[in-house]
């Protein structure tokens, strides 16, 4: 497959998860790439997102080194909530289903169920901020209900309950951890920008383990 040519079946995949294209999602399961395709949705989206990140760590007065640093951790936290969704889908998933389609199937279906944060970047938007973050979250697991749909091959209610499970799954791991998480994100946040952080369990969720969301929405406070 060309450079073009998967540039291509990227941004097809792109929008048809936006679309919550059934269709769409049958054709990558199918593909030969789909691994590398999802990668790639998933890397626009995180760009994206942290693009949205970079914007407000600018406006937390941070520069060089703790710039740097703090944009590599919330990547990196990102990159951890969704191997922990794709781990918890890949265990709940066979025992309602009856059927393993196997960690690499799941771990692609949640990297192209990150699609919607294409738009992350606008999360910066002062006061609408959190509205567009919440709108983009349930984006995100609506289409990945489609997609588990099709991975574990069964009903559209019986996907639903696998992505329901699984979302009250992360919720409760949210909280278990929230302290020591909490912690250490507070503490890498004092150290890069000498300020408490108060993050909650919305960051943990968004993988935002070392931004505060209620860091982000109010440039106006850091002039």
């Known amino acids: 497959m060309g450079i073009l040519e998967f540039l291509g079946a990227v941004g097809r995949v792109i929008v048809g998860v936006l679309g919550l294209d059934v269709g769409n999602a049958d054709w990558i399961a199918q593909h030969p790439q ?18 949205g990140d970079a914007v407000v760590i600018f406006f ?67 006061y609408a901020g959190p509205a567009i973050a919440g709108f983009l979250h349930v984006w995100g697991m609506v289409a990945l209900w489609v997609i588990v749909d099709v991975v574990f091959r069964i009903d559209h209610w019986t996907a639903l309950w696998i992505t329901l499970i699984s979302w009250l799954c992360m919720q409760v791991l949210s909280r278990a951890f929230a302290v020591p998480i909490r912690w250490i994100g507070d503490w890498i946040w004092r150290l890069v920008s000498g300020q408490p952080s108060m993050i909650t369990g919305s960051d943990l969720l968004s993988g935002h383990l070392f931004l505060p969301l209620g860091q982000r929405f109010d440039p106006e406070a850091r002039s």
């Not at 789909?34 to 693009?51: C, D, F, K, Q, Y």
């Not at 990196?76 to 191997?83: A, C, P, S």
């Not at 025992?95 to 919607?116: H, K, Q, R």
């Open 60 to 126: 937390n007065r941070l520069r060089g080194w703790r710039f740097a640093l703090t944009l590599a951790l919330n990547g990196i936290g990102m990159v951890l909530l969704y191997l922990v969704q794709a781990a918890v889908i890949y265990v709940i998933g066979p025992l309602i289903s009856g059927f393993d389609p196997g960690f690499t199937a799941v771990v692609t279906a949640v990297l192209l169920a990150t699609a919607p944060l294409v738009f992350g970047v606008f999360v910066l938007v002062p």
């Open 34 to 51: 789909r691994l590398g395709i999802a990668v790639a949705v998933a890397a626009i989206a995180g760009i994206s997102t942290l693009l």
